[in-house]
């Protein structure tokens, strides 16, 4: 979810053109995309997940999983194409570092300094788990272990530490498997994903905490995102065959959700995650290759969204918690006319503080970040087994 929109790089010469100092415009449909999926999520946590909210709009389950690929996609492509570079592993990191954890980190310790001045009956804040273990990215741990998602103002950040795990296995994992092999070895990650998922849901292996909230047993939704971005930056790749059926995929899928959540057992909670995976990853690719939806995702309104999508994401459920505490004394809820009216103005209070944070901690590290450039010297390339036989 905290893939950087400023990563969004593709090699299609239909869809991108060379800037002057040789780096590739990114795609703004996708910042759009991200845009649509933080309107998914905010909407759904403001207005459906809440006591007495709306049921028809708690669709913030498909930004998040759209937000897997989407990171899958993005910084799968960028290793990818960096891979050969001989300060890979130092610029990657840095910049990821500066376009991620600061802001992630204020955010935790405000909020419990919040914690300590606010009214337990409303500031939901139990069960507690310790700092470090947010400052760690260690919390889905704690989740497991109580079989809840802790105090809930933080409760999105198992997202953004299932996506830092995925940010230190996913670089090593990718430059140092040969390109061929990759198609295998992600096959191999999105069958582990549906098998634990099976194992948890179906067979009781675990508590289902263990299915929502671990790398491994959401591994498919990233693992498709970069068999996406293997596909953009594969020549070989029949794009005119392909490209009626990327748009007609996204609409099969969804009528596989439909039919997985009609069929009730687990079958949604085990096969769901990888039919968006394929929809989702089906509609980016239809995007990048310049489809006539991309005309939408490139409005203005959704960009705005994408591009401080990480810091509203952030903050917006500690400031609508705030509000209804502060002014009504209760947690959020929809359960009459003035909880209805605080809600209305925590939403525009959401967006605002996540600009401000955007504009004031996360573009100008960014931007710090990408000071680390590329090197133009390649790393030695591996001798092969045949090579090293001779």
């Keep these: 979810m905290a893939a950087s929109v400023q990563d969004q790089r593709v090699s299609v010469p239909d869809a991108t053109s060379a800037t002057s100092s040789g780096e590739v415009r990114r795609i703004v449909a996708l910042d759009g995309v ?22 028809a ?62 009214d337990p009956a409303w500031s939901e804040a139990e069960p507690l788990f310790p700092l470090w273990s947010y400052l760690t990215f260690s919390q ?9 998602i802790g105090a809930h103002w933080l409760a999105p950040t198992w997202t953004l530490a299932m996506e830092e795990h995925f940010y230190l296995l996913a670089p090593a994992a990718i430059v140092f498997t040969p390109r061929r092999w990759l198609p295998a070895v992600l096959a191999c990650v999105v069958a582990l994903a549906v098998g634990l998922r099976l194992a948890v849901f179906e067979f ?3 508590n289902h905490m263990v299915g929502l909230t671990l790398l491994p047993s959401r591994g498919d939704l990233l693992a498709v995102g970069i ?19 990327l748009r007609w995929t996204p609409l099969a899928a969804l009528g596989g959700i439909l039919v997985l959540k009609r069929l009730g057992g687990s079958a949604f909670d085990v096969f769901g995650p990888l039919t968006m995976a394929i929809g989702c990853v089906s509609y980016l690719l ?13 409005s203005r309104f959704l960009r705005f969204f994408g591009n401080n999508s990480y810091c509203i994401y952030l903050s917006h459920l500690p400031v609508l918690g705030l509000m209804h505490g502060l002014i009504l004394h209760a947690r959020p ?3 009459s006319p003035a909880q209805w009216a605080v809600t209305l103005m925590a939403a525009p209070v959401c967006v605002l503080v996540g600009v401000g944070m955007t504009k004031l901690i996360e573009e100008p590290l960014t931007r710090w970040g990408r000071s680390w450039k590329w090197s133009e010297s390649r790393r030695a390339a591996r001798p092969s087994f045949a090579a090293s036989q001779a």
């Design 333 to 335: 809820g929809l359960g």
């Design 286 to 298: 239809a995007l990048v290759r310049g489809a006539p939806e991309a005309k939408t995702m490139e």
């Design 204 to 206: 009781g292996f675990a």
């Design 34 to 55: 991200r845009g649509l999926m933080t309107l998914f999520v905010v909407v759904s946590h403001l207005f459906a997940e809440v006591p007495g909210g709306v049921s």
């Design 227 to 245: 068999l996406g971005a293997l596909m953009a930056t594969s020549p070989r790749v029949p794009w005119k065959m392909l490209e009626p059926w």
């Design 57 to 118: 709009l708690m669709f913030g389950w498909i930004g998040v999983d759209m937000f897997f690929v989407l990171s899958g996609y993005l910084v799968g492509k960028l290793i990818l194409e960096k891979r050969s570079c001989e300060n890979f592993f130092s610029v990657f990191y840095a910049r990821r570092f500066l376009r991620t954890i600061p802001a992630y980190m204020i955010t935790v310790l405000v909020v419990f300094g919040l914690f300590r001045l606010c």
């Design 140 to 148: 889905p741990a704690f989740m497991i272990a109580t079989e809840t």
